[in-house]
């Protein structure tokens, strides 16, 4: 069955400290994986997915095929990166779904 | 400007008193999708349409309809509101489908008493 686990509701990293949101996911084929992220008072929106390979805001995120895990990470938390991170999966089918974790709290301290 | 519009933002109603939520995007996106926001379930979605006249039920359907016929709207149907269904809804639309960046509506609050 389709699962993302974020195991965190709330992570609380003090300014300039390292950040890593957890995200664990159960799929049977090749997922597609994704961070969105919802800022006080914003609209959900996308930060990465997988298959960019890119960082955004400082932030990247690698795929682990053998831990099934798209773990987010920042070498220098700063304060706007307080929000809350959505983990998700889908596959390329016509009939997958889309999967979003239970989300993690980052909290950053200052 | 390119974007996911719902309304209304905010609601309270009364239990059994039917709702229409309605949602509409402006990037002639194929693929939207309605979820529900609740503290400590994350999001879960509720309905989803690949396209014109093609809905499938998400994770969370009970208790609410869809449909979709035309490409730029997707309401949300609550034809009998109960107390359970007070939450945070979000409205989102993709290019073709959940494996493409999905876009959200701002939410609708609502809330059944």
């Known amino acids: 069955a389709q699962r993302v686990t974020q195991p965190e509701k709330l992570l609380s990293v003090f300014k300039g400290a390292p950040v890593e949101l957890k995200c664990n996911y159960s799929y049977s084929g090749s997922p597609e994986l994704f961070w969105y992220v919802q800022y006080s008072r914003q609209r959900l929106q996308l930060l990465l997915r997988?298959?960019s390979r890119e960082s955004i805001k400082g932030f990247t995120a690698d795929l682990n095929k053998g831990e099934t895990s798209f773990h987010l990470k920042k070498p220098f938390a700063q304060e706007e990166d307080s929000a809350m991170y959505y983990c998700?999966?889908?596959?390329?089918?016509?009939?997958?779904?889309?999967?979003f974790g239970k989300g993690t709290r980052l909290h950053i301290l200052p | 400007e390119a974007q996911v519009t719902q309304n209304p933002r905010y609601l309270i109603t009364v239990t059994g008193k039917k709702l229409t939520v309605t949602c509409s995007q402006n990037?002639?996106?194929?693929?939207m999708s309605w979820y529900r926001q609740d503290p400590g379930l994350g999001l879960r979605q509720i309905y989803y349409s690949m396209n014109v006249e093609v809905t499938d039920k998400g994770d969370v359907p009970e208790g609410y309809k869809v449909s979709r016929k035309e490409k730029r709207n997707f309401p949300l149907i609550l034809e009998s509101p109960s107390p359970n269904q007070t939450s945070l809804y979000f409205c989102a639309s993709s290019l073709r489908g959940p494996w493409n960046t999905i876009y959200f509506g701002e939410g609708s609050w609502l809330t059944v008493v």
């Open positions: 998700a999966l889908s596959g390329r089918g016509r009939d997958d779904k889309i999967i």
């Open positions: 997988h298959i």
């Open positions: 990037m002639n996106h194929e693929y």
